[in-house]
């Protein structure tokens, strides 16, 4: 059993009770403990089961890199899955779940994979779902996806608030340790603006817990007063409970500051995410603790020796009676020495070295610890619980020499320095082949703008273990890093530390060295994966020489664990396995975060309304006061139809139609891109923009034109108007304008500089309202004003002039095949013309309608619309739109490219209309199908359908689509098979199913 | 994350100011052209690991287009310049000789 020891504990508060639970159980720890170590003084050593295996597992670790002891925080709303035991604070009314496990952690169904162990070895994936295909969706798929996955995806929607902030710093400093906060007193004192980041609650590392004097001071009283020095500087920022989870480009690094997890009760934001811009960064973070690989060093009470000892000495949790330490280095003898010194029983550490004799090596055996040189562990005995250890040579493979009886075992593999966010923009790291581990190779450093390094490493992140060589690296990182940013540092000596000196570490990747298969399948690597030495071994042996194919061939070093615990043993075994040297073999690519950040930190603000800006018209209130349903268009919100009591939708888009049809309806156009295109050459450049001649247009006149990408497929249509001699006013589609905007300013500042042309997008300048329809000008005159008559405002002409006492410009342009007016007004009048002609149009029964109004009206005269008739791949010519085509002209976009031979080819299916034989409406994107099969087994194709509506005018359904020959195979009838598995049978037409002689609309 | 400098405004605009616009100095071919060439033009790209010359707009502040000369390597920008030339102007390519000595890009040296 784990339990409370009754020394005194470095970060608890003993006088605040806190009650918490796990799994319903009820548990009660103090103030200032972690889940985790509340819940090993409650005696609950295991947490979760592995992902693959469903194995037992207790915690390893003691910070950040923890595997194992992933939990469920909360519920409901707050519900949040994969969270480390490890860096969760304890607050009162937590709650926790284990995970990996049914039905329950002591006792897991899923553990049956653990005892077929030997069938899921690495790429057991790919290897055992080939075959049979068929098995592949009743059998394979149902079993993957009920395993697949860590933890559980929370239902709700997420209740919290989190924020995004925005920070210029001239030296940003990763870490609180000592050497973070060495580094950013040293590069303070410049002046420079310096910003300190501690992902924990607590200033000063590891270093309190591992002891040492520094300038004569214990280090929790040096810490104490440096923070204290640094909170009195104006130019420094600190935050605690704030990781750095990424360094990118030119000095970007984000923070991720936990405001609240550990004060649920507590307002304001959950989380923030930090937005620094850096002209430096100093990566203070630090090094892990690796694991040793040996059979069963997984089973609960197995840990790291320094979490063993942080455990001790930080929150007075003893992990077991009996510790045996297991090591390769001098490090895990202060963890010996710790717990013997609280009274604890430490029966041997077990050091794989030939000889140990460092200082720290010797105060151990002073203290009566019987230390077996040479020596490895040959297998954990134990469960769910370690009961003892069988020990052998370290060079043999395997034979008992003894059984220790014991609870806990304490490892140590060495010391990999943190080199994650070195990496991710792009730093280097070396082989240190004495220290064995990559560091920094400070040559090598990211690059920012200038091309000069931009991350300073410093400390023990930078390789460096003996706590003065720490302080000294630290206060040179920061003044180099202050230099960097342009300040001239002080020059200041570091402070003087002692620690003990320490016998140089001797690399152990498996023990016993000679260890055969059996003992492998249970050597662990990566915890959180059920990785193992066997498993890395394998994939050597199957071909995968690199390191990045081996990890994603094993899982080795994926999910939350990203490299932080498994790396460097995998990438060893790897290298062993291969016979190669490990700097030939490389790490595996550090990708941000360094742990996972929530989804809602990187959201901030931006959910619900506020995602993004909705654009709305003069009359947006108007349609909403209407009961329009909404329709999205880009950042708009058009009305889509109006219903009416007990109407339905498809019932409003007919009554719409008809009544406009038959008298006079109204349409809220203001959506509807509108560029103002002016200057000497505005004509010359309309001629290389649009398909069509628009230089010969007259001032007064409109043309319809189209818009073809320089790959020459057509990507915006629409009504140009020519102004005056110099101006042109080009409507675009809703959701085209901002793009064709963009489009004409890329050509004319890149391509056709010279030319005298200015463009402005002017969309949401003015409001547009269509009046539609056989009673349109009588409707108009009725408002009273300028003239509307045929001959004065005839189709495809503009004017200027008044109505209802409003400033307007009238266009005499249809999409709908009625007699149409488009009246602009500024966009401040909107509203009020709008309330005008409604109220005027009352007489005539006006129909307010929506957008399915307006696609089906214009569907009933064969207009196309870009992105159902066009979709990237469409040229005008596919839509028989030949007459917009100039053959006068020598060039436009999209012209050289519509001259090659796919493009000219007489089988690229054309525009039709289609006429189900019963009158029912064809299924949208429906293909037609012909005779044959292609070569992979499927109908072969012969054209498909692009718009299809019921028709109210003409009560049956109709349809555009493209066909292979169709303008030549009019009267036939094609079959569209359905997906409800019917097949709908349609005879080809003209597209134009309405007043095909333009009579309505030409009055 | 880069942050460019705007020629026009004169701002040091971060990335998501800015909108990348692919390879720069393109020669547009048109009509009577060959397909050779109008295929290298339309998609015919460099790719280098190193110097690369560019087009980006500062969309999100000024809207103009302008060019840029970095690394696509080690991120180091060299300058940035107008977009109305032909081809990088000599305090560009000075300034990478500088830091890249021997650099080519197509057939600019």
Known sequence: ?1003 | MLILHCPYCGVDAEETELHAGGEAHLKRFGPGSSDADFESYLFGRENPKGVHFERWRHVNGCGKWFHAARCTATLEVFGTYSAQVLEPPQDIRDAITAKRPGWSWRDIQ
């Open chain 1, 1 to 1003: 059993m784990s339990t409370r020891l009754a020394t005194k504990a470095r970060l608890l508060n003993t006088d605040k009770q806190i009650r918490f639970s796990f799994n319903g159980k009820q548990m009660i720890g103090y103030e200032g403990d972690t889940l985790a170590s509340a819940l090993l003084a409650n005696g609950q050593m295991m947490m979760g089961r592995s992902f693959k295996y469903h194995r037992p597992r207790g915690v390893i670790a003691s910070g950040a890199e923890e595997p194992n002891a992933l939990v469920g925080l909360g519920s409901g709303a707050r519900f949040e899955p994969n969270q480390r035991a490890t860096t969760t604070e304890l607050f009162d009314g937590l709650s926790a779940t284990s995970q990996n496990h049914w039905p329950s952690l002591e006792f897991d169904i899923g553990a049956v994979n653990n005892k077929l162990a030997r069938f899921f070895p690495a790429g057991f994936y790919y290897k055992t779902f080939m075959a049979p295909r068929a098995a592949w969706k009743s059998v394979f798929e149902p079993i993957v996806r009920q395993s697949a996955g860590l933890g559980k995806v929370p239902k709700d929607r997420d209740a919290d608030r989190y924020e995004h902030f925005y920070a210029f710093m001239d030296v940003v400093v990763v870490g609180g340790g000592v050497a973070g906060l060495q580094a950013a007193k040293a590069a303070a004192q410049s002046g420079a603006k310096v910003l300190l980041l501690e992902q924990t609650a607590h200033w000063g590392g590891r270093a309190p817990v591992d002891g040492g004097v520094i300038d004569g001071q214990p280090v929790d009283k040096f810490v104490e007063e440096l923070v204290s020095e640094l909170e009195t500087m104006p130019n420094v920022t600190l935050r605690l409970r704030c990781m750095a989870s990424g360094v990118y480009d030119h000095g970007y690094v984000l923070g991720y500051e936990r405001l609240t997890d550990h004060a649920p009760e507590a307002s304001g934001p959950r989380h923030r995410l930090w937005r620094v811009r850096a002209k430096q960064v100093v990566t203070a973070t630090g090094a892990i603790e690796r694991p040793l690989s040996f059979a069963g060093n997984d089973v609960p009470g197995v840990m790291l020796a320094s979490a063993i000892r942080d455990y001790a000495v930080d929150y007075g949790v003893s992990v077991g009676d009996r510790t045996v330490v297991v090591t390769n280095n001098d490090d895990a003898y202060r963890t010996a020495i710790t717990l013997k010194n609280l009274g604890l029983e430490v029966p041997a550490v077990i050091d794989a070295r030939a000889s140990a004799g460092g200082e720290l090596a010797e105060e151990a055996k002073a203290l009566g610890i019987r230390v077996e040189t040479g020596k490895g562990i040959a297998k954990v005995q134990g469960s769910k619980r370690v009961t003892g250890v069988a020990i052998c040579s370290q060079a043999g493979e395997g034979a008992v020499i003894e059984e220790i009886p014991c609870d806990a075992v304490a490892m140590s593999g060495g010391w990999s320095p943190v080199v994650h966010l070195w990496s991710h923009c792009g730093g280097k790291l070396i082989w240190d082949d004495v220290r064995s581990m990559f560091r920094p190779d400070v040559d090598k450093a990211p690059t920012g703008a200038d091309g000069q390094g931009f991350v300073v490493a410093a400390g023990s992140a930078n390789g460096l273990l003996h706590l003065q060589n720490i302080l000294a690296d630290a206060q040179a990182a920061g003044a180099s890093a202050a230099k960097a940013a342009g300040f001239t540092p002080k020059s200041a000596a570091a402070p003087e530390a002692q620690a003990r000196e320490e016998a140089p570490i001797e690399p152990v990747w498996l023990m016993p060295q000679g260890a055969g298969p059996k003992l492998r399948m249970k050597a662990w690597l990566d915890f959180q994966n059920d990785v193992k030495v066997s498993d890395v071994m394998l994939a050597a042996q199957e071909g995968y020489e690199s390191v990045e194919h081996t990890k994603r061939y094993t899982t080795l070093g994926m999910a939350t664990d990203q490299g932080k615990l498994s790396n460097i043993n995998g990438l060893a075994t790897l290298a062993r396995s291969l016979n190669a040297d490990i700097p030939q073999v490389g790490t595996t690519t550090f990708r941000p975060p360094y742990t996972p950040i929530s989804m809602g930190a990187i959201a901030g603000e931006a959910r619900g309304e506020i995602f993004q800006p909705l654009r709305k018209t003069p009359m947006h209130g108007w349609h909403e006061e209407h009961g329009a349903h909404w329709e999205p268009v880009g950042h708009w919100r058009r009305p889509y139809c109006y219903p009416r009591q007990g109407e339905s939708h498809a019932d409003a888009v007919a009554r719409e139609i008809n009544q406009t049809r038959k008298s006079v309806g109204m349409l809220d156009a203001s959506t509807l891109g509108k560029i103002i295109v002016k200057g000497p050459d505005a004509g010359k450049f309309l001629d290389m923009l649009y398909t069509n001649m628009m230089s010969t247009l007259k001032p007064g006149k409109c043309r319809y034109g189209l818009m073809c990408s320089e790959n020459g497929f057509l990507i915006d249509d629409g009504v140009v108007a020519r102004i005056d001699e110099d101006t042109f006013l080009c409507h675009t589609t809703t959701g085209g304008a901002d793009r064709i905007h963009g489009h004409m300013e890329e050509w004319l500042q890149t391509e056709w500089w010279d030319w005298k042309v200015y463009t402005a997008n002017v969309t949401e300048q003015y409001a547009q309202i269509a009046v539609v329809g056989p009673n349109a000008r009588k409707l108009l005159e009725k408002l009273g004003g300028m003239d509307v008559s045929k001959d004065t405002l005839p189709f495809m002409q503009w004017q200027d002039g008044e109505l209802a006492g409003i400033g307007v410009r009238v266009y005499r342009i249809s999409f709908s095949g009625e007699l149409s007016y488009e009246i602009a007004v500024p966009a401040s009048n909107g509203r009020a013309l709008w309330d005008k002609i409604a109220e005027a149009g009352a007489e005539f029964g006006i129909m307010p309608y929506g957008t399915e109004a307006l696609h089906v009206m214009r569907a009933e005269k064969g207009f196309i619309m870009i992105g159902d008739e066009t979709d990237g791949t469409v040229i005008p010519q596919d839509l028989g739109l030949t007459w917009a085509i100039s053959k006068k002209k020598e060039d436009y976009l999209g012209k050289r490219a519509q001259a090659r031979s796919h493009m000219t080819d007489p089988k690229r299916w054309k525009l039709v209309g289609l006429e189900t034989i019963d009158g029912s409406v064809l299924p949208d994107g429906a293909y037609a199908v012909a005779e044959g099969t292609n070569a992979n087994g499927q109908r072969n194709t012969q054209g498909r359908v692009t718009s299809t509506y019921h028709s109210p005018t003409l009560g049956k359904g109709i349809a555009m689509g493209l066909v292979l020959n169709g303008p030549d195979r009019m009267g036939e009838v094609i079959d569209f098979p359905g997906t409800d598995g019917k097949t709908y049978k349609a005879r080809i037409c003209d597209p134009v199913f309405y007043d095909k002689d333009g009579e309505k609309q030409n009055v």
